[in-house]
């Protein structure tokens, strides 16, 4: 790493692509939307003087609209004296060290029940005990979680995270593909979140340029795969059967995020803003004891063929 993460260089850089893709990705939401339709609320904060987290960012969310029911994409960027246990695990030397981190996280519910929930997260972190180089790495992904499973748009989604990556070594999509179907997984349930895509965490191994453009990349190539499936299916008719099941299965989407989802875990441990953080939660949601879909159903064939690992290319 030639240049550490915390120099002011790298710090407006990374900060000023941030921004630019919260921004980029809050103007294609609300084209969707269409004219007259729900507009962002954008809702800036900065951390309080003597709290023990310290950093600003801006929170932008979409609620109520025609096409999302609820749509929020979170910008932050602070500074802790002492890095949370969800971020060390992997990384022991670093207990109890300093850092800073920034990121852009997303997670957007449409209202039809034909249309997958979708997150993306991008995100860099440094950390370092006083004296020594500052350790960087990368993390981020994004994953589809359909209520109503369409082959096309998952060879779509993944087509597109393998494009992304496709020039930073044959190895990253493969390998960034069985990470994200393992991480998003509910172990209490032994079922998939969804149909997967690409996740990565705790990554430096391209050096700080290359890893940082890994990590653009996969930013920049997010509306062109999940955008078209919402063009593709918004239109969908859909009754109370489906509504109904939706709100079934995005009750398993809160308990992934509460119960296993480091970043929230990670938000949580070190003091950020329990609202920004918290705005990957659906504004509804429901749970039904020992719920079973009928055989050959289009509600079984979501269990059965698309919340499993497959080789969706």
């Known amino acids: 790493m030639s240049e550490p993460f915390h120099s002011d260089s790298n710090v407006a850089r990374v900060r000023g692509y941030l921004t630019g893709l919260q921004a980029r990705i809050i103007a294609a939401l609300e084209a969707v939307e269409g004219e007259g339709g729900a507009r962002a609320v954008t809702d800036p904060w900065q951390k309080a003087p003597g709290e023990l987290l310290?950093?600003?960012?801006?929170t932008r969310i979409?609620?109520?609209?025609?096409v999302f029911e609820r749509a929020g994409c979170g910008f932050s960027h602070v500074r802790g004296p002492k890095l949370p246990p969800s971020a060390t695990q992997h990384r022991p030397e670093l207990?109890?060290?300093p850092f800073?981190?920034?990121g852009v996280s997303l997670v957007f519910h449409p209202r039809n029940p034909y249309v997958p929930t979708v997150h993306m997260n991008v995100r860099m972190i440094a950390a370092g005990h006083p004296g020594q180089e500052p350790?960087?790495?990368?993390?981020?992904?994004?994953d589809l979680t359909p209520y109503y499973g369409f082959e096309e748009d998952a060879v779509h989604f993944h087509r597109t995270c393998h494009d992304a990556l496709a020039p930073f070594g044959d190895d990253k999509y493969p390998r960034?593909?069985?990470w994200c179907d393992e991480y998003f997984y509910l172990k209490h349930r032994d079922e998939q979140r969804g149909v997967g895509g690409?996740?990565?965490d705790d990554f430096a191994e391209l050096g700080f340029e290359q890893s940082l453009a890994m990590t653009q990349a996969v930013g920049d190539a997010f509306l062109s795969a999940y955008l078209p499936i919402v063009e593709r299916?918004?239109?969908t008719p859909y009754g109370e059967r489906e509504r109904d099941f939706q709100l079934y299965r995005r009750g398993r989407y809160v308990e992934f995020n509460l119960v296993w989802d480091r970043g929230t875990h990670f938000g949580l441990q070190s003091g950020g803003r329990t609202e920004s953080i918290l705005l990957s939660m659906p504004p509804l949601a429901a749970w039904a004891y020992r719920h079973e879909a009928a055989e050959g159903s289009p509600e079984a064939e979501l269990t059965q063929r698309f919340l499993v690992r497959r080789d969706w290319l």
């Not at 979409?62 to 025609?66: L, P, W």
């Not at 350790?135 to 994004?142: A, D, K, L, S, Y």
Request: charged residues 25%.
């Open 54 to 58: 310290q950093g600003d960012g801006i």
């Open 62 to 66: 979409i609620e109520g609209g025609r």
């Open 95 to 97: 207990a109890g060290a």
């Open 100 to 102: 800073e981190a920034m």
């Open 135 to 142: 350790t960087c790495w990368f993390g981020g992904g994004m």
């Open 176 to 178: 960034f593909k069985r």
């Open 198 to 200: 690409v996740f990565f």
């Open 233 to 235: 299916r918004e239109g």
